[in-house]
């Protein structure tokens, strides 16, 4: 019976501590969405947050919404961008789910769906024309788009696609699949909209619908996946476990980048359900959210470089459900956020279906909404707003309501109720920024979100134009030919036209670095960020100037672009510069020197992940996460170096040390862990702590540890949290739930 009880735990040793709360629940597929034109709506709050309603929408005080397109001029909006002469382009997705949604019942395109150019030739602050700039076959609802110069990226699973339009007449002149291999065709949760970032390399991300196995043009593969195999026909074989060429796994819903040229392509982070839309800010912080299995647990997130969000297991063979733990919130469970390796899982928007996401860097509405971190959420109605504050390593978000079509976002949301109130109607599906420092946003009109459906039998799209009352913002004629003109785009709102003149910029090379220079004086704290992006390409001088800001600026966010930009474009130097900051008063950018440690041997730097440890004070997330990246490969060594500064009885251990090891939790600690996971000396939060770190050791050693504790433990709490009972309740049960019985309930949620 003991043997054959080992084996039962070995089989899934990491998850010997998980137990019998298993949610059942329906996956949540967010779909694209929309609005009615004829319907009266309201506004939002400010950061002030007091609700202000003018005739269409709800917002923030001195701020009005204008109906700036709508069908026929435009149908099924999924995705947005704007280029330099302010011209808005749209993805549609009118064949959106033919599977589910009859071409007899809804149009359809027999030539494909259409990327469309809209545009206020006459600056009235209404679209006045529209134009189809491509029709193909390969687009079944495209989820994403990015202009950048004459190129046009569409997202289309399984498709990366450019299109180039050469002799600029709005028609694509060539077409290229610059990526291939995503899986998600003709599925919500697949491939996404591409962004430039401050370094000029290209960003984006995929939903969890696998598998993803895409080669980029130098041969590199990634390969990822999971067991989710849901939502539509073409999705019916995926895995978890599966292995890249950087030989790590990469698991669920991904963050990726890549450069212009098709090569480099690399995994940012990854493990999410379904994250909409990657923004990249000047500073190179990323954010996105990400939605849930419909019980309320959507998220806002920043995203830390290299990191685990948590939606799956961490090899992907596993939902969260069958992971919960006993005295686990939901949101704790779903997002894995007890588990050594994952990232703090952000803010918890609700129940809801976010969709597009921006970080606001324009002057246009005032300085106290620059810096806004906006999510789209199309079942909450409503676009909400943060002032992301730094903490710690990382960052604390406080969601307010920023623009909605009810009094504040629709509590209560269901993706499938088809509400009579055509308020909630308002699906917003993106939000950009003009060239002139306006919001537009695409709303997809329709009763439900999600579930591969939709009700609105017309198609129906629009789009709003929000600016400030009493003042005109005009859209800039940008002269790209000129280096005033490439600096005038540089420091546009708009994310895609400033990489116009960074190219540019960079093309002009010693001529640029003294304008550019400028504007590391900027008053736009993101003008001096993206002037440190650029210097450092500009050759030795311009590198100078940015470790000088890297050393004596007073931002800390601006030293952390500093050392990530100096690091990227001087690989050799990368040491160097890691030393001069070690004692940075900001864990933001110790955090930062950590996760670019993460691929060197020890022998390199041993006494660099040691001083950073030295700093660490046994609290923040953020931190252990980057040390623990910084730590990768090497770890044991060091743990043990570590560990002989610690008392020899584990219960008298300090905290840093003692969150160590439960990130790292080497098999070495077993009896150590065994030891705290039984004594009454150390808290009952820290035994359970002791008893997760052991349940993520693998091996036999590990199963028989905890069948030693769970025959030795006094305490009823433990032997109650081993059973799969709640801690705070009598239990319910007295054994935990066979290996059998959760692959079956794996087998429900993938099938779901």
């Known amino acids: 019976m003991q043997e054959h009880r080992i084996k039962l735990l070995i089989i899934n040793t990491r998850w010997v501590v998980s137990f019998l709360r298993l949610a059942i629940c329906l996956f949540l597929v967010s779909g694209c969405l929309r609005t009615d034109p004829r319907l009266p709506q309201s506004n939002s709050p400010e950061l002030d947050f007091t609700l202000h309603h003018d005739s269409l929408l709800y917002l923030p005080e001195g701020w009005k919404s204008t109906l700036w397109a709508e069908s026929p001029m435009l149908y099924n909006p999924t995705n947005m961008d704007v280029d330099h002469r302010g011209r808005i382009w749209i993805t549609e997705a009118v064949n959106y789910r033919d599977f589910n949604n009859s071409p007899e019942k809804f149009p359809h395109f027999a030539g494909g769906d259409r990327v469309m150019i809209l545009e206020d030739t006459d600056g009235d602050g209404i679209a006045d024309n529209s134009k189809v700039f491509v029709q193909d076959t390969d687009l079944v609802a495209p989820l994403g788009i990015a202009v950048i110069g004459n190129q046009i990226v569409v997202s289309c699973a399984p498709n990366l696609i450019v299109y180039t339009d050469i002799n600029g007449d709005d028609r694509p002149d060539k077409k290229e699949i610059l990526l291939t291999g995503f899986g998600g065709y003709d599925h919500d949760h697949s491939l996404h909209a591409l962004t430039t970032g401050p370094d000029g390399r290209w960003y984006f991300n995929t939903g969890n619908a696998g598998p993803h196995t895409v080669t980029d043009r130098s041969g590199w593969t990634l390969r990822s996946g999971s067991l989710y195999v849901g939502g539509s026909p073409y999705n019916v074989q995926n895995s978890g476990s599966r292995q890249s060429d950087d030989h790590r796994i990469w698991v669920g819903?991904?963050?990726?980048?890549?450069?212009?040229?098709?090569?480099?392509?690399?995994?940012?982070?990854?493990?999410?359900?379904?994250?909409?839309?990657?923004?990249?800010?000047?500073?190179?912080?990323?954010?996105?959210?990400?939605?849930?299995?419909?019980?309320?647990?959507?998220?806002?997130?920043?995203?830390?470089?290299?990191?685990?969000?948590?939606?799956?297991?961490?090899?992907?063979?596993?939902?969260?459900?069958?992971?919960?733990?006993?005295?686990?919130?939901?949101?704790?469970?779903?997002?894995?956020?007890?588990?050594?390796?994952?990232?703090?899982?952000g803010d918890n928007t609700g129940a809801g279906s976010p969709t597009g996401v921006l970080v606001y860097e324009g002057d246009a509405f005032g300085e106290q909404y620059r810096g806004m971190f906006l999510n789209v959420d199309a079942g909450r109605n409503a676009i909400f707003a943060y002032q992301p504050k730094m903490s710690g390593a990382g960052f604390e978000l406080n969601k307010k309501d920023l623009i909605a079509s009810l009094p504040e976002s629709t509590e209560g949301y269901k993706w499938n109720e088809m509400p009579e109130d055509l308020r909630k109607w308002f699906r917003p599906s993106d939000i950009t920024v003009g060239t002139d420092g306006s919001f537009y946003i695409a709303d997809w009109y329709d009763p439900v979100v999600g579930g591969h459906q939709m009700h609105d039998s017309e198609a129906y799209g629009r789009i709003f134009r929000i600016a400030p009352v009493g003042k005109k913002l005009v859209t800039p004629r940008i002269d790209l030919n000129s280096i005033e003109g490439q600096i005038e785009a540089l420091c546009n709102p708009a994310i895609n036209v400033r990489d116009l003149g960074f190219r540019q910029l960079l093309a002009q090379g010693d001529q640029s670095i003294g304008p550019v220079s400028k504007l590391l004086q900027a008053d736009n704290p993101f003008h001096r960020a993206r002037a440190v992006w650029l210097l450092v390409q500009l050759g030795e001088k311009g590198q100078k100037l940015v470790a000088q800001v890297l050393e004596k600026d007073p931002d800390p966010r601006l030293r952390v672009a500093a050392y990530r930009a100096l690091v990227q474009q001087s690989p050799r130097s990368h040491l160097s510069y890691a030393r001069k900051v070690l004692d940075d008063p900001a864990p933001a950018v110790r955090r930062a020197v950590m996760l670019s440690l993460r691929d060197f041997p020890l022998e390199d730097c041993e006494d660099i992940v040691a001083h950073l440890y030295a700093s660490f004070d046994g609290k923040d997330p953020w931190y252990l996460e980057a040390l623990a990246m910084a730590l990768e490969g090497k770890n044991q060594t060091l743990y043990d170096k570590i560990l002989s500064g610690q008392p020899e009885d584990p219960t008298l251990w300090d905290d840093s040390f003692v969150k160590l090891t439960w990130r790292l939790h080497p098999a070495s600690a077993l009896d150590a862990l065994r030891i705290r996971a039984l004594s009454p000396k150390v808290t009952f939060e820290n035994q359970i702590q002791a008893l997760t770190a052991i349940g993520f050791v693998t091996g036999k050693p590990a199963a028989e540890t905890m069948i030693h504790i769970s025959e030795s433990a006094n305490d009823p709490r433990i032997k109650r949290w081993l059973s799969g009972g709640s801690i705070f309740e009598k239990p319910t049960c007295g054994m935990m739930p066979s290996i059998g019985l959760r692959e079956k309930r794996n087998k429900k949620f993938q099938r779901e």
Request: contains cysteine; aromatic residues 12%.
């Open 253 to 345: 819903g991904l963050s990726l980048c890549i450069n212009p040229d098709g090569t480099g392509l690399q995994v940012l982070a990854h493990n999410f359900r379904n994250a909409y839309e990657l923004a990249i800010d000047s500073y190179g912080d990323m954010w996105q959210n990400d939605n849930d299995d419909q019980v309320e647990t959507c998220r806002s997130t920043w995203l830390m470089f290299g990191s685990n969000a948590g939606y799956f297991s961490s090899d992907g063979t596993r939902y969260w459900q069958g992971d919960r733990r006993p005295g686990q919130s939901v949101f704790t469970a779903h997002w894995h956020q007890d588990d050594p390796g994952v990232l703090p899982a």
